[in-house]
């Protein structure tokens, strides 16, 4: 079992930059891989980015891709989204997810964080 705490979310202006943050707890941290999801008011929850064990490959999502980067420290047993040229459309609650799984298998990402909410304005 892995423990994960999101942090960093926020009000940003469009444009501007955010740095999302996960904590994990326990010894099994650099077994998983982890996924940023999201899930905006009305709809349904969709994945984001996710990386693998090693951080060799990192997936994103088309409407992120080029502006979003997910890296991981498995020394400090966390994982990072640097969320750059925010859009309004980006506006949701941001989850933190880990799987024993590989990378691009979103259903295996069944250990969740709390959440925490990035909200950007036009």
């Known amino acids: 079992q892995v423990h994960l705490v999101e942090s960093g979310g926020g009000l940003v202006q469009a444009g501007g930059s955010l740095s999302l943050s996960c904590a994990a707890s326990g010894r099994t941290f650099s077994s998983y891989a982890m996924g940023w999801f999201r899930q905006a008011p009305g709809k349904e929850r969709e994945f984001v980015a996710a990386i693998s064990w090693n951080g060799v490959i990192t997936i994103y999502a088309d409407s992120v891709k080029g502006r979003f980067t997910i890296s991981r420290d498995n020394a400090k047993n966390t994982v990072a989204l640097q969320m750059n040229s925010l859009k309004p459309e980006d506006t949701a609650f941001y989850y933190c997810?880990?799987?024993?799984?590989?990378?691009?298998?979103?259903?295996?990402?069944?250990?969740w964080g709390q959440g925490t909410q990035v909200s950007v304005s036009s």
């Open positions: 997810a880990a799987s024993r799984g590989s990378v691009d298998y979103q259903a295996g990402y069944n250990h």
